[in-house]
């Protein structure tokens, strides 16, 4: 049985076979080294002889870090036709044309408050007849609501009919004063009838009949649907309750938030069009007739009032809607909205220049639409500007940058052929 290998190596050593391959790679290692260090190293990193005939090395080259590769890039970059076919650039040119920005938001349709009666009775009683019994129903003007019993209402009928009889009884008298007292006497009674909401034909009936009535009806001062209802039959009313709220929907708001930098493109008067869910491809228009004057600070919005017609009422409060503000802008100068490149710190689009140079410009943007960006500044009408692909001509530029960065002086064909020329060394043991 033949002993192990380490044994043999302990016993005889490495052997000539064994030196030969730690000499091979020794020498590897020093042709490798003096190959990265005398030809791959950059400029600046190379030794250099002094008048004394000694071998010093310079002190390193340092560079100011920066955030942007734009400097770099302002050269431009060039892109073969077949690599724009292959990543499918295309360009536009810079237009000047008419500029429609929209504000898109979501509102909620809420009861115009101009249009909200709140009915309130305005003396003390019980309510003996409900003819309103829900809320919801739809009443009309001057429809009776309820009847309410009070004492006080009964003595100031029976106040009123001895005042009538009083002054048909004195009116021929001979006393003037007498039948001027019996007169005023039945005008204070008649105007405390008007101030309880007594309508004028329920007083005619009282002068027809001689009867004081024991209830009388109270009637609905407008045309509504009721929002809220706290009265019962039976129930004791006070002047200081609200029985009823009645809302004339007829017309109606839309109350919606908008981002506080859209704000200053809100104005009075401005055109909406308002799409429901609930009624599909139905549109409805309306206009602003508000902006409040406090900012939400938690959402960063403004709330915007929009009125709109609802004479079918078919908009219902609570309802959402979809809303859609056009702002005109004017005639602007815009590029696609796929053009810009956007860093979050500034803006980057790439100019067609021929011949396959692209180069990087960077740009101040305004409003920006569903198609396309305002731009302030950076280009003219009528340039070249890359819509697609520019993302991947935005990777050769920075590839060019990042390279120009490593190798001062060298560009990417350069780097190519300097690769290319430099022999290669096969190193025997």
């Given amino acids: 049985m033949k002993p192990p290998y380490s044994y043999m190596l302990n016993q005889k050593g490495l052997g000539r076979l064994g030196w030969v391959a730690v000499f091979a790679v020794i020498v590897a290692v020093g042709v490798g080294a003096y190959w990265w260090f005398m030809v791959r190293a950059p400029e600046g990193m190379h030794p250099t002889q002094t008048t004394e005939g000694k071998m010093v090395s310079p002190p390193p080259v340092t560079q100011t870090p920066t955030t942007s590769l734009l400097p770099a890039q302002n050269k431009g970059v060039m892109v073969s036709p077949q690599k724009q076919q292959m990543i499918g650039v295309k360009t536009e040119p810079a237009t000047i044309r008419d500029l429609t920005h929209t504000i898109r938001t979501v509102g909620q349709v809420e009861v115009d408050e101009r249009r909200l009666t709140h009915m309130h009775t305005k003396l003390e009683g019980w309510v003996q007849e409900l003819y309103v019994k829900f809320t ?12 309410i019993y009070s004492p006080e209402l009964v003595s100031t009928q029976e106040e009123y009919l001895l005042a009538l009889k009083a002054v048909r009884s004195l009116g021929d008298s001979e006393f003037p004063e007498v039948a001027q007292n019996a007169r005023s006497l039945l005008e204070v009674t008649r105007q405390r ?113 929009f009125e709109l017609p ?23 100068l815009v590029v696609p909205i796929t053009a810009v490149l956007d860093s979050g710190t500034e803006q980057l689009v790439f100019i067609d220049q021929g011949q396959g140079m692209f180069e990087p410009r960077k740009v101040t943007v305004g409003v920006r ?24 001509v935005d990777s050769e530029s920075n590839l060019k940058a990042a390279t120009e960065m490593m190798m001062p002086g060298m560009d990417m064909g350069e780097k190519s052929n300097a690769e290319k020329s430099t022999p290669m060394t096969d190193v025997q043991p």
């Fill in 193 to 305: 009838f008007s101030l309880w909401d007594i309508t004028p034909d329920h007083i005619r009936d009282l002068e027809k009949t001689g009867k004081v009535l024991r209830t009388l009806p109270l009637h609905a001062p407008s045309s509504g649907y009721v929002m809220h209802m706290a009265v019962r039959e039976g129930m004791h009313v006070m002047p200081a309750m609200e029985l009823y709220a009645l809302a004339d929907l007829s017309t109606v708001w839309v109350l919606a938030d908008v981002y506080e930098y859209e704000i200053p493109l809100v104005k009075l008067g401005q055109q909406a069009t308002m799409t429901l869910s609930y009624f599909p491809g139905q549109k409805f228009k309306g206009k602003v007739t508000y902006v409040y004057p406090t900012l939400e600070t938690k959402t960063r919005t403004v709330k915007v009032r």
């Fill in 310 to 332: 609802n004479p079918q009422w078919a908009l219902k409060p609570g309802m959402f809607a979809n809303i859609d503000l056009q702002v005109p802008r004017g005639k602007r």
């Fill in 369 to 392: 639409t569903r198609e396309a960006y305002e731009i302030l500044e950076g280009i003219q009408a009528g340039e070249l500007v890359v819509t697609r692909g520019n993302f991947l």
């Fill in 136 to 147: 919801g129903e739809h009443v009309k003007k001057n429809q009776k609501l309820f009847e």
